[in-house]
C-alpha cells in the first residue's frame, strides 16, 4: 500500500482534551475520529487494527467450536421485559421513542444479547440431542453510558464479541464447567495472541446474574477498576470482588459508658470525628438501603466503604438502593447524618466482620444533632448477622494472611456462569432422553474488541508514539523511501514492497515526498513494528536498513537478498 494513495492523518499536538495515552495516541496517529460523545469513526489505520483483532477472535472462537451467529441491534423490548432488564439496566438500556405504543416505543438497543440468543435457542433447540452448543458473533452494541471516556475504551457504541452456551447439565461431559473452561483457554489464547500483559481474575456477576465468573484484566493507569492482587501472587480479583482476611480484634477498649453527646450540625464521618477528636476508624458508619424493596442497614468502620456487590450477596438480595431521607427519618426517628445500631429493631443489619471487633466506637444517636460514645457492640446492640462487606483497603491481608496491591486497570473480556436464568425467565427448555422437560444451563462470554486495541496501546508505547504487537499492527512493514527523485531509490522501494506483499506481508510504503525526519516520525507514531529505510547513501553502499520500532536496534541488508533476508527475520519474530 502506497502512503500516497491511503489515508493517514497524523497530528503533532497532542489534543486538549484526551487525557489518557491510547486516546492521545490514537488521536494523533490518526486511528480514530470523534463523532459524537461516545461514538467514534474508524479512520483506515484504526481499522486495519480493529479488523485484525476480530480476525484473532473470530479465529480462536471456531477453534474453541463456537458457531458464527449474527443478531440484530433492535430487539423487542418484551424480551427486555420478561427477563426485568428493562428495570435493571436503567438508563445504559437505548430505547427509542415514538407515538403512544407504535414499534418505536417497543423496540430497544441491544447493550448485550442473552435474551436474543436464549430466544433464538428456544426456538430452535428442543432436544438434549442438540446440546452443548454455543454461538458467538462481532457486532456492535449501545450502552447510554453516563461518562464515555478514555476514547474507545468507554463509548456509547462499541464492538463487542458475546458468545453463549447452552448446556443440558452443570457438570459432567459437555456441561457448563466445560464449556467455561473452553472459553477461558480461547479467552487466554486471543488475549496472548493480541500482544497484550492480561491477568484473568474472580469477579463480580453484577446485574447479569450466575454463580462464576472471571474477568480478563490489563493494568493501566487508564482504568477505571481496581485489580486486587496478593504480594504472594496467589490470590487476585477484581475490587468489586475482593476477599479480605478478618480484621484481628485490638482489644483496645475500656468498656466505657455509652454516653450521648450533642454534635450539633456534624453529619459526615469527617465532621464527627473532627469535632470529637477521634479517628474516622473509631466510628461506625451506619447505612440505610432499600434492598428488594425492604430496608436494610449495613454497618462499617468508619474509614471502610460498604462494598455494594458484596453487600447484595451476603444479603441474597438482587437490588440495592440508598434510602431516601423520608425512609431514613422514618426509621430512626433523626435526620440523615445521626443514624446507629443503637436501639434499632424491626429492621434487618448486617455489621462488617470489622466492626464486631470494635470497642468503645462512636456511631449515630438515631437523634437529630446527637452522637453516641462508648459504643460496644454485643453489649449495646446485637449483631445478628455479620460478613464481608466492605472493599478492601491498602493495609489489608489476602485470607492467606499476605498483603493485598492495588492496581488501576481495565476489563478487556468477561466469562460468567449464568446458570438457568434466562433460560427459566424465557422458557427455554429441552428434552432429556426419559422425555422430560428442562431449562438449559447457560454461559455468556464477552469481549471488548475496541478496548483491546485502546488496552494494546496502553501497555505498549513510548514517548514517541504507539508500538504496536507485531499481530494487530495495520501494517506489519514500512518502507520509508528517503530521495523520492532518485529512480534507484523508488525502484528498489518498489520491488520490496512487492515482494513481500506477494508474500502476504501487510506492507506500507512511504512514498511522499517528505523530509527524512516527518517520515521517520510518522512511522514512530503509527507503530509499525518494522522499518525499512531505503536511501540514496545507502544504495550506493548496496544496503537498505532495517530498524525495530520496540528497541530502535538497526541492521543493515545487502539490496540484493533484502526481500528474502527481511521474511526470515519477520518469521523468526
Ligand atoms: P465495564 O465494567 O467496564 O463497564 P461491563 O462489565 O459493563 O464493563 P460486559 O457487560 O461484561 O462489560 O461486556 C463485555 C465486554 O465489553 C467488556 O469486558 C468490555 O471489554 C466491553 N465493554 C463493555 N462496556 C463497554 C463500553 N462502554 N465501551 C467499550 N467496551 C465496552
Ligand atoms: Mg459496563
Redesign the pocket.
Known amino acids: 500500500m502506497k502512503w500516497s494513495q491511503f489515508f493517514i492523518v497524523t497530528a503533532k499536538e497532542t489534543p486538549a482534551d484526551a487525557v489518557v495515552p491510547s486516546h492521545q495516541l490514537m488521536l494523533r496517529a490518526g486511528l480514530i475520529r470523534q463523532v459524537v460523545a ?1 461514538a467514534y469513526t474508524y479512520l483506515p489505520l484504526g481499522l486495519r487494527t480493529l479488523r485484525k483483532i476480530e480476525a484473532i477472535v473470530r479465529e480462536e472462537m471456531n477453534r474453541a467450536g463456537a458457531i458464527e451467529v449474527s443478531m440484530p441491534a433492535m430487539h423487542p423490548i418484551e424480551l427486555w421485559e420478561q427477563t426485568g432488564r428493562v428495570a435493571a439496566m436503567g438508563d445504559v438500556l437505548l430505547r427509542l421513542h415514538g407515538r403512544g405504543d407504535d414499534w418505536r416505543s417497543r423496540t430497544v438497543l441491544g ?2 444479547h442473552e435474551e436474543i440468543i436464549t430466544e433464538h435457542a428456544r426456538t430452535y433447540i428442543n432436544s438434549y440431542k442438540q446440546l452443548p452448543v454455543t454461538f458467538y458473533q462481532i457486532q456492535t ?1 449501545f ?1 447510554g ?1 453516563a461518562r ?1 471516556k478514555s476514547g ?5 457504541e ?1 464492538l ?1 464479541k ?1 458468545a453463549y452456551s447452552f448446556h443440558t447439565s452443570k457438570h459432567g461431559p459437555g456441561g457448563l464447567d466445560d464449556g467455561y473452561q473452553a472459553m477461558y483457554d480461547a479467552y487466554c489464547r486471543i488475549f496472548a495472541r493480541c500482544g497484550l500483559p492480561y491477568i484473568a481474575v474472580e469477579a463480580d456477576s ?1 446485574p ?1 446474574g450466575g454463580d462464576a465468573s472471571h ?2 484484566m490489563v493494568e493501566t493507569d487508564a482504568g ?2 481496581f485489580l486486587v492482587k496478593s504480594e504472594d501472587g496467589s490470590y487476585a480479583a477484581n475490587l468489586e470482588r475482593a476477599e479480605v482476611a478478618p480484621v484481628e480484634d485490638g482489644k483496645d477498649g475500656r468498656n466505657a459508658p455509652l454516653t450521648v453527646v450533642p454534635t450539633p450540625g456534624h453529619t459526615t464521618i469527617e465532621q464527627v470525628s473532627a469535632f470529637l477528636r477521634c479517628t474516622p476508624a473509631r466510628m461506625i458508619k451506619t447505612i440505610i438501603y432499600v434492598a428488594d424493596g425492604q430496608p436494610l442497614i449495613a454497618l462499617v468502620r468508619g474509614d471502610h466503604n460498604v462494598n455494594e456487590p458484596k453487600l447484595k450477596r451476603v444479603a441474597g438480595v438482587l437490588n440495592l438502593e440508598p434510602a431516601d431521607p423520608a425512609l431514613i427519618k422514618n426509621l430512626t426517628e433523626a435526620d440523615v447524618g445521626y443514624a446507629g445500631p443503637v436501639g434499632l429493631s424491626n429492621v434487618r443489619i448486617i455489621a462488617d466482620q470489622a466492626v464486631t471487633v470494635m470497642h468503645d466506637a462512636i456511631t449515630g444517636a438515631n437523634r437529630t444533632d446527637h452522637h453516641l460514645t462508648g459504643v460496644n457492640p454485643g453489649r449495646d446492640f446485637e449483631i445478628k448477622e455479620s460478613a464481608d462487606i466492605r472493599e478492601a483497603v491498602p493495609g489489608d491481608r489476602a485470607k492467606n494472611g499476605a498483603p493485598l496491591t492495588f492496581r488501576k486497570c ?5 466469562v ?1 456462569k449464568l446458570g438457568t436464568k434466562y433460560s427459566d425467565a424465557l422458557g427455554a427448555t429441552f428434552l432429556d432422553e426419559k422425555g422430560a422437560s428442562h431449562p438449559m444451563i447457560m454461559g455468556c462470554y ?3 474488541v ?3 486495541l485502546a488496552a494494546a496501546i496502553e501497555a505498549s508505547h513510548d514517548a514517541n508514539g504507539i508500538i504496536w504487537p507485531a499481530s494487530i499492527a495495520p501494517f506489519r512493514v514500512i518502507i520509508c523511501s528517503l530521495d523520492t527523485r532518485e529512480a534507484d531509490v523508488m525502484s528498489t522501494s518498489e520491488k520490496l514492497h512487492d515482494e513481500l506483499e506477494s508474500r502476504g506481508v501487510d506492507v506500507l510504503w512511504d512514498d511522499r515526498d517528505q523530509r527524512p525526519g516527518v517520515k521517520f516520525k510518522d512511522a514512530d507514531l503509527i507503530g509499525i513494528p518494522v522499518r525499512i529505510t531505503v536511501g540514496k547513501k545507502g544504495l550506493a553502499e548496496g544496503v537498505v536498513e532495517v530498524t525495530t520500532r520496540k528497541d530502535g536496534q538497526t541492521q543493515r541488508l545487502g539490496v540484493a537478498g533484502a526481500g528474502v533476508e527481511l521474511l526470515r527475520l519477520l518469521q523468526g519474530r
Open positions: 461516545g447493550p448485550t452494541k450502552r453510558e464515555p474507545v475504551l468507554r463509548t456509547r462499541f463487542m458475546d453484577g447479569i474477568e480478563f477505571e477498576d481495565i476489563e478487556v473480556g468477561h460468567f464477552g469481549i471488548g475496541n478496548r483491546i
